[in-house]
Nanobody, 119 residues
Framework: QVQLVESGGGLVQPGGSLSLSCEAS????????MGWYRQAPGNQRELVARITDGGSTHYADSVRGRFTISRDNAKNTVSLQMNSLNPEDTAVYYCHANLLSRSIYLDYWGRGTQVTVSS
């Protein structure tokens, strides 16, 4: 069984920084893409950033230049450094991984961690 467990998040003032981490564990043969999505109340879940196993990254326009995604392939972890946070970044952030377990690639999700940007 595969699990994605997020850590980090919390409450931060506008202009502040937070770091999120996610570790994938279980019966994992290979991880393709890892990433972070977010969902604010009343909104659909949206991509924040993703990174391939080769290190190629993609960011949503709204976070480019402020957020940095990274991963450690040896530890099956992905991290998101968030700087210059603003209230519009408030959401539940979900870790995602497309990975090979047993004989098929599937998408897996963490349970989410709350990020609140408020003064």
């Amino acid at each position: 069984q595969v699990q994605l467990v997020e850590s980090g998040g919390g409450l931060v003032q506008p202009g502040g920084s937070l770091s999120l981490s996610c570790e994938a564990s279980g019966n994992i043969l290979r991880i393709n893409t890892m990433g972070w999505y977010r969902q604010a109340p009343g909104n659909q879940r949206e991509l924040v950033a993703r990174i391939t196993d080769g290190g190629s990254t993609h960011y949503a326009d709204s976070v480019r230049g402020r957020f940095t995604i990274s991963r450690d392939n040896a530890k099956n972890t992905v991290s998101l450094q968030m700087n210059s946070l603003n209230p519009e970044d408030t959401a539940v952030y979900y870790c995602h991984a497309n990975l090979l377990s047993r004989s098929i690639y599937l998408d897996y999700w963490g349970r989410g961690t709350q990020v609140t940007v408020s003064s």
